[in-house]
């Protein structure tokens, strides 16, 4: 009997993985438990929409915000996101403070895109 691994051999659950190529380039999501702490359900909504509006004016077009459960991170005066942008590598989670300025951060996280 042959100790040998196969050559090509598929790992487990590859065979399950299918890619898509989403409509929207970049990914920041915002953690859903850090921005409805702060008050309201109402701020996580105006944190996403603060997020979408920044993207747009910062020239960053094909952006996705998407509210996420807890990320794990729980600072306590801040809202927790990551961004995401696996055509340009870019990547990374920052707490964003009360009165962000939306435009800034997106430019902080995209800057090749300005």
């Given at each position: 009997?042959?100790?040998?691994?196969?050559?090509?051999?598929?790992?487990?659950?590859?065979?399950?993985?299918?890619?898509?190529?989403?409509?929207?380039?970049?990914?920041?999501?915002?953690?859903?438990?850090?921005?409805?702490k702060r008050g309201d359900?109402?701020?996580?909504?105006?944190?996403?929409?603060?997020?979408?509006?920044?993207?747009?004016?910062?020239?960053?077009?094909?952006?996705?915000?998407?509210?996420?459960g807890c990320l794990g991170?729980c600072p306590k005066d801040?809202?927790?996101?990551?961004?995401?942008?696996?055509?340009?590598?870019?990547?990374?989670?920052?707490?964003?403070?009360?009165?962000?300025?939306?435009?800034?951060?997106?430019?902080?996280?995209?800057?090749?895109?300005?």
């Open positions: 009997m042959s100790t040998k691994a196969k050559k090509h051999a598929t790992p487990p659950g590859a065979a399950d993985l299918r890619p898509v190529q989403p409509k929207w380039r970049r990914l920041i999501v915002v953690c859903g438990k850090c921005a409805s359900d109402r701020k996580a909504k105006a944190t996403r929409s603060a997020l979408k509006r920044g993207a747009k004016e910062a020239g960053c077009g094909g952006t996705r915000v998407a509210e996420v991170v801040g809202v927790t996101a990551c961004a995401l942008d696996p055509v340009a590598g870019a990547n990374g989670v920052s707490v964003l403070k009360p009165g962000f300025d939306a435009q800034a951060v997106v430019r902080a996280w995209f800057p090749a895109d300005n």
